[in-house]
């Protein structure tokens, strides 16, 4: 509360001093105007009045001189302080003064208030009705917005949906075209593969002529003067089938087609007068001697001179020539006929032409194998394989038992559950899956293997095929886990020797690259024998597994066999690896003794990285000077055979070449990623 406005109590009390002082007030007047009654004439108050500043200035003197007089005043004197005396002697209290002043502001400012109070309310209704107003603008203003939005997005709709259909158009367009580059290609194929067909059967009436003409050397030497011709024929017919394989025929290798069906035919006609003549001749020297009546001694001293005629006939040089050209003409004639022969003409099976009676087409020549298949690795590959044949026909009378049938199956899951568990996470883990299969096979867990004679034996070969089947799976996904793996193999191996030759039967039965053995195909072997032979699989609907599957899973089975090389032998055990590093070595020199073929060239160009990259480190180590021979060796001679006959830019080729000359270039290679630390448990 402001400091001059006065409390109620101050109020009442200034009342009842105004009160009090009425009657002095009544005197004071009334003294005063007797006292100026004979001066003051005229009206002194108010606005009449007449008054004269000297008057005034003397009835201030007087009222001094009455005010400074020792006049005895009441004890109610102290509060004078607080009024004002006027000059009519009228006393008044500041605190009403200012009591009223300030109810009188008071009412001013409410006024005040009240007139804001109602702007603020004119304003507010303004306002309001211009946000209303302002509203209904955005409103519509939303609404415009929003329609012109839908129809923008209407229209990049229609937009797409156009652009969408135009696409389609051309996609179909595209597949239209492909299609019918497709169907002529298709086309172009069996009009090619029509003609290889005729091809191959004009090829045949050859053979099938010079089988039946009554003088093979006569025909030889016929066939010889065909010889560049038949071979330029038979080189056409292998670039045309890798143009098939690879689907790149262009109607320029029709046209190629049609003319050495022509040159073909040309040679059979030709082929066929010759032969014939031959025939007539020695049907006239028979029937010659049929119609005499000649001594046999006679008679075959007659054959040998019309042989001899007919000879003479046929060569212009003399008789000692003519034999040694016979004997060179007619071994030329066998290779490239057998060169024809070689070549899948159209899947027609053409006889081969055999000028030696005594050897049967189908017998493999060992010389020609062996140029495909080390002696030693074949050896091993069918020493194995007799084994594993001899150990599983053993197990065959316990597998067809049905009292062991719970017995077997209560041992596969005791295989089953630590070998899908082995990983490289520490020391306990590796050694716990271990001993629960070493104990397994000692007979000194659940199930107990010994209580049947054959039980062990069961277990060894389900855990050899087991770990292969590992390698197949696991390993060829993630090469880390062959680590781990191999050194659980070569712990057990150490134990059970046994063990050990089963499993490398498995890897070569599974992967017969282990040893490694590239196979052949054998005259008369079909294709699906050949690849179950090379480890290809086969589904139930007689399909073939898929090349790159096929490289993933020998791939893994590599890197397993390649880790249990280089697996160092756990803490105390002062034994060697029961298959050390020496059998990688040794795969590798077999490999590189073997003679490189199209085939296989990408299979082997993957197994060979495989071995480098897991068991390289430890080679190159062992043996410093001898590895880095043979790795020169290998890409300065072995890797341009392979690439020769390969295919150029084939996957695994490059990075074989990318691998050695990095590794050449650094003059080391670096340890395979997962391996396990020396004394890892």
């Known amino acids: 509360m402001p400091h001059f406005v006065s409390t109620k109590d101050e109020i009442m009390q200034d009342m009842n001093d105004i ?22 004439d005229r009206v002194t108050i108010g606005p009449d009045s007449t008054v004269s500043e000297n008057e005034s200035e003397k009835l201030d003197n007087i009222e001094n001189q009455q005010n400074s007089c020792n006049i005895a005043v009441s004890q109610k004197s102290v509060r004078s302080q607080n009024k004002i005396s006027m000059q009519s002697g009228i006393t008044f209290s500041v605190k009403k003064i200012l009591l009223e002043s300030e109810n009188q502001r008071k009412e001013e400012v409410q006024k005040e208030i009240d007139r804001h109070w109602q702007h603020m309310k004119e304003n507010g209704k303004a306002i309001q009705e211009h ?33 969408e259909i135009r696409r389609r158009h051309e996609r179909q367009k595209e597949v239209e075209e492909y299609r019918k580059k497709m169907k002529e290609k298709e086309e172009l194929m069996k009009k090619i593969m029509n003609m290889k067909n005729v091809y191959g ?7 099938i002529l010079s089988e039946n003409c009554k003088d093979q050397n006569s025909v030889a030497i016929i066939l010889l003067s065909y010889a560049a011709t038949l071979e330029e024929l038979h080189h056409q017919i292998k670039l045309i089938d890798e143009k098939i394989k690879t689907g790149e025929v262009t109607s320029s290798d029709l046209n190629n087609m049609e003319k050495m069906v022509l040159q073909i035919d040309e040679i059979l006609c030709m082929f066929k007068l010759e032969v014939d003549k031959i025939n007539d001749q020695e049907n006239v020297v028979h029937t010659h001697v049929q119609s005499t009546d000649l001594p046999k001694q006679k008679l075959k001293d007659t054959e040998i001179v019309c ?15 003519n034999d040694i050209q016979k004997d060179g003409k007619m071994k030329k004639e066998k290779e490239v006929t057998e060169n024809i022969n070689s070549t899948n003409i159209s899947q027609v099976t053409v006889p081969v032409l055999n000028i030696e009676e005594n050897k049967s087409p189908t017998e493999p020549d060992e010389s020609h194998l062996y140029e495909y298949v080390d002696k030693e690795s074949l050896q091993i590959y069918m020493n194995s394989q007799k084994f594993l044949e001899s150990y599983e026909n053993s197990l065959h009378e316990f597998l067809q038992s049905t009292a062991t049938k719970i017995f077997r199956f209560e041992c596969q899951k005791a295989i089953n559950i630590p070998i899908n568990a082995i990983s490289g996470i520490n020391e306990q883990h590796l050694r716990d899956k271990y001993e629960r299969l070493h104990n397994l096979l000692i007979g000194k867990s659940t199930p107990n293997v010994i209580q049947h004679p054959q039980g062990a034996d069961f277990c060894k070969n389900i855990l050899a095929k087991k770990i292969v089947n590992q390698g197949e799976t696991l390993v060829s996904s993630k090469p880390k886990m062959a680590f781990p793996i191999a050194a659980v193999i070569v712990a057990l191996w150490n134990d059970h020797s046994d ?14 690259f282990t040893v490694p053995v590239f196979m052949p195909k054998i005259v008369g072997q079909s294709n699906e024998d050949y690849y179950k032979l090379m480890g290809y699989k086969y589904s139930e609907d007689g399909t073939a597994e898929k090349h790159d599957k096929f490289l993933k899973r020998m791939s893994g089975l590599m890197r ?20 050390g590093l020496q059998n990688a070595w040794r795969w590798l020199a077999a490999v590189l003794n073997i003679e490189p073929r199209k085939t296989v060239s990408d299979l082997c160009a993957t197994l060979l990285l495989d071995m480098l990259e897991v068991a390289g480190n430890a080679l190159w180590i062992a043996y410093p000077k001898q590895f880095r021979k043979l790795l020169v060796l290998l890409s300065e001679e ?3 055979c392979m690439q020769s006959v390969g295919c150029i830019g084939s996957g695994p080729l ?8 990095s590794s050449l270039a650094k003059g080391f290679i670096p340890s395979p990623d997962g391996q396990l630390p020396p004394n890892f448990w």
């Open 638 to 640: 072995y890797y341009p």
């Open 307 to 321: 042989e001899t005629v007919t000879s003479e006939q046929i060569s212009t040089n003399d008789t000692q020539n």
């Open 499 to 512: 063990f050990g030759d089963l499993l490398l039967s498995h890897f070569h039965k599974v992967c017969p």
């Open 131 to 163: 946000i209303a107003i302002s509203l209904s603008h955005m409103a519509e203003e939303r609404e415009r917005r929003n329609k012109e939005n839908y129809a923008y997005i209407l229209a990049e709709e229609r937009i797409a949906e156009q652009e």
């Open 560 to 579: 397993l066999y390649a880790s249990i090389t280089i697996t160092s032998q756990r803490k105390g055990i002062t034994k060697t690896n029961p298959h």
């Open 19 to 40: 009160a009090s002082d009425f009657a002095c007030l009544k005197v004071s007047a009334l003294k005063k105007a007797s006292r100026i009654k004979g001066i003051v």
């Open 654 to 661: 490059v990075r074989l070449e990318e691998f050695l000359r």
């Open 201 to 207: 059967v004009k090829y045949h009436d050859i053979v």
